[in-house]
């Protein structure tokens, strides 16, 4: 089996799992882990943050970061497409109490524009901004690779008007790969920024949260709160810090990509646009199947993708895949349509 | 001065002041007023549930609906303009723990195919639809009075999909009045409707939230979460009984405010539509003024309106307004611009 | 009848209803209600504070002052028989997400040792102190009037630590009547009071929030969130305004409940403590019946008190009772009994 | 340094790194984790469950419980010095919105009677009994091991009330081992059980939640809400596997604190009672010292342990240390005082 369902599928390397094996640790909780210190400064380091926080999910580090921002009756502006949106469970409203303002942003990035439409100062009856929460690459909207000038202006015209900015960035370096600049042409703009382990990087479990001292120091109290404390956590931070050094591979997954869109492309009926990172959408309306339907013919041919939306189905590479395995799936999908 | 602000601003009658004077009264926390109990039976009759409850303001009605009709986590539809999104400080996050779903619907109303775009069946990362919130008229639009059978087909969609529907219906009687149908084509279609007493039907105080038996029973539970449950209410709702018969007096303001339209819309720059119902919007951006310098301007006059965005001021007519009032606002207004 | 439920039960005077018909009014959620201008000015003084807020209700003025003086996570100390842990539906929890931290209060009000022994500084696992919730008269225990001196030192313990003071004055008058205090002697040391117009004093609606200024614009927020602003007010704040002056009528009630209490202690078997205020509690265990077998027998002659535990019936005496009433009430318990 | 902080601080065996470095792992979000799947039927047979769920932390598991088994605006029973209460950042209130009713239980466990008396059925004013939840060790009461027959009646009396209950089990097997029972014997009576594996266990990561498949279901929903889901868990749950068989170790933890407390208490000044299971208190009160300052002293002669109180001292035997580092311990501290 073929499995593009998602690039959190992939399975530790061997150096991964050996150095869980030998991973100097301590109880995190109390502050004691020397390798999950190691990858928090290392996280860190490399999106040129204060600090950072080892957290078990994406989903938990972008609840945090919202928390920590914001006060309960606020409002939060993002695209209307955005992973906080469509799969944390309303977490902006359940666990900060907060207004989602969604907009209809292209490529899933306010622009400056709307960014300030949306804006409201608060008073009596109205809510005040209290975030913008952005998301790089954009995953609901095919792995779009957002524009590192356009993300800045957006994130200025935020910062103008007194409004912290947060970046989904879970997979910001695939972003980073994709437009050839350095990570922090995203990261060192915004105030917080969540990045996954367990995405392309390859890592088995964990996302950092990174930002200033005091944003880290209230980021440790909401983690707690939501039960994200762990123990020996350099078990699974050793792994970690290898796949913080796997940032440059995602330019294969990348190719992969791109091969696989061309091939599924010559497919009569399945439309597919050239993809931007490691995530690729086909629209099946054309096949005149649904996605679903879809989904299960090929996985009856040993290809597995994930539902989208009623017509669309998602392909994602990653690590675990081969230019090899990307011919495979596409001759396996030919082979049905 | 001549106050078109809103017509919340009226005040009571002679009649009322007298009804709350000669107020039969009970605890209404202790269901004993029968001036309230009257006012509940008369407000479902009228609106054609099977009960209603008095609350003290339109607001509190909304978020008791909110709560009673959802689960905390789900999502609930409403227009991107609705006074639940605008004016009731995130009251849906906050009381509820419901994410809004905002939709941009053309006079205020989602269309059914809206909603059923909208829809979410829910899962382990979506939330699921918990309700949708209906505003009728619209007052961020314009006071805009909703077709009767666009409004059933929405609502019906809404059921279809087995989401309960709330109405805002705080200027429902305006609507019913302007489309000159029975206020129930409006409220027996939807599980819950508020409306306010306190505005153009001329009361002091208080709202009415109406629906199923079951409903109502749980939303005095709420009501007292909220600290809404009053003492010897008699003495509001009495006046509240009167207001009610107000209804087809919203004639005499809808004809006023069609009248103050058109002499606006006569001053060279400023862009007034004709009115649906008591609510004029009128553009100022023509004028080369925001509208808070342009209602500074008018309040010297004698004229008070709102400003309801950057170049957009809104004028209510209400009961305390005549006819000579219109013309005399028209002329000050002209006065001046 | 003769109605000993609660001092809510009172109906307004005829004086009240002649205030209420020619109060002068305007929109108080814009500020311009002249009568509410008034009565939160007046209750300001009586009680020593910067300003004061009409409120629909005592939850609501409680809930308010607790939301405004703390953060989500916090602690709030309180009485474990407080009203508002028994009879606000939890809305600490509800609307300010605080845990409760109960005492077992001698006469309700908690000593600073018990006041040093709760607080918490907070920390990484623990919540913080974020509230001492007084109650004073203490309705569960029996209105109780506190000492003033007692009720000061505890709430300097609480200042001391940094820890602000709730007042749930509901019957905050019968505890000054009954200890010949100036009322300010329990609400100047606090930081915020609330205390009912609708119970001993006898108005129809409504209670007032008082505290500094900041703290009221705050609260007004929080008003308006849960749904508790209110249009042409002054019609309530007029008999409200009348109210304030009954502060010494509350003697009256006070003489009446030690008559009562004398005269149901005479009964075989029924266990009544001298009243310290206008709340008399009656264990019937020593009569062999439960509380409720005994208040329907009561209302059966024409009394109606209300349960205050298994073995616990609460006589409360008003403004709507006379001495004769009393007396009445007295033989028709005997005749049962 | 001898480490009797807390028995968290264990470190992961060899075998558990191997079993690590070994573990067959999928996408656990996706459900796909053999690993993950062992460990949790596992976990559920040891407990007599018919499911079980892997999560973080304890306190995530102890806070699911809650959200699952409860409505917003209930209460939940618990002794005053449960770790609900003291060590989860208010999470009963900020997660499900409870009213924690806490009983100054004997030995941490409510009687029947005390659950009886706190249970409350609800109306418009009072919250209604939702949860009893019960901790078996009692951490901070000393580690005490409740017994089995109490603990069985004190969960039927809840039941017989309707009143679901969960076991903050996170030193269960301690309880069960030092009683010389089957950890079913509190497990199945209980309606979900939460236990750590990465306590006296020695794994080191996790926590398991345990409960009927209903329960199980809807916790994995709270879970992803939490931000607990994870992806290639298996790395965590191989360890977490050798950890369940570990139970019967704990019975040198208990011998070790046994001789610990022995000895500690042969320090004149020093009250150490001696303890249950692997927890030992002690009070310092008569050294004359607090517990911060005696801390501090035996830190430098080699010893760690954690403070409780002002005077109160928590020491707690685990896997990484042996009898002779207990005899090594004693003797340091006996150095000191
Ligand atoms: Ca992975
Ligand atoms: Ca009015
Ligand atoms: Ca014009
Ligand atoms: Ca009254
Ligand atoms: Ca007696
Ligand atoms: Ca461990």
């Not at 390798?35 to 999106?47: D, G, S």
């Not at 939060?76 to 207004?99: C, K, M, N, P, W």
């Not at 899933?108 to 952005?134: F, I």
């Not at 299960?296 to 998602?314: K, L, N």
């Amino acid at each position: 089996m073929i499995d593009l369902r998602s690039d959190t599928v992939t399975r530790p390397s061997d150096e991964m799992r050996e150095a869980a094996a030998d991973a100097a640790v301590g109880d995190d909780v109390h502050g004691d882990d020397p390798t999950v210190a190691e990858l928090e400064a290392r996280a860190a380091e490399i999106v040129g943050a204060e600090a950072a926080l080892f957290v078990p999910s994406g989903t938990m580090g972008n609840q945090i970061a919202a928390r920590v921002h914001t006060e309960r009756g606020q409002e939060a502006i993002t695209d209307r497409e955005s992973h906080v949106v469509r799969y944390e469970r309303a977490g902006f409203a359940q666990h900060s109490a907060l207004q989602i303002r969604t907009i209809d942003a292209e490529r899933g990035l306010p622009t400056p524009e709307q960014v300030e439409a949306a804006y409201l100062e608060g008073g009596l009856h109205r809510p005040e901004t209290g975030l913008l929460s952005l998301e790089n690459t954009h995953n609901a909207r095919g792995g779009l690779a957002l524009d590192p000038d356009a993300f800045a202006e957006t994130v200025a015209a935020a910062h103008d008007l007194g409004v912290p900015v947060h970046l989904d960035g879970a997979r910001v370096f695939n972003a980073a790969v994709a437009n050839d600049v350095d990570v922090t042409a995203y990261t060192e703009p915004v105030d917080s920024v969540m990045f996954c382990l367990s995405k392309g990087l390859g890592a088995p479990i964990g996302s950092m949260l990174a930002g200033s001292e005091a944003f880290i120091e209230a980021a440790i109290g909401i983690r707690k709160l939501l039960g994200g404390g762990m123990r020996q956590a350099g078990m699974v931070a050793a792994p970690g810090l290898l796949a913080l050094e796997n940032r440059d591979h995602l330019q294969t997954d990348h190719e992969n990509a791109t091969t696989l869109a061309a091939g599924l492309d010559e497919i009569e009926g399945l439309a597919v646009t050239p993809p931007e990172t490691n995530i690729v959408l086909a629209d099946t309306a054309g096949l005149d199947v649904t996605a679903s339907t879809f989904l299960e013919a090929i996985e009856d041919e040993g290809v597995q993708a994930s539902e989208f939306g009623p017509y669309t189905a998602r392909f994602v590479t990653h690590w675990d895949v081969t230019a090899a395995d990307i011919e495979a799936a596409i001759e396996a999908v030919q082979t049905r349509f």
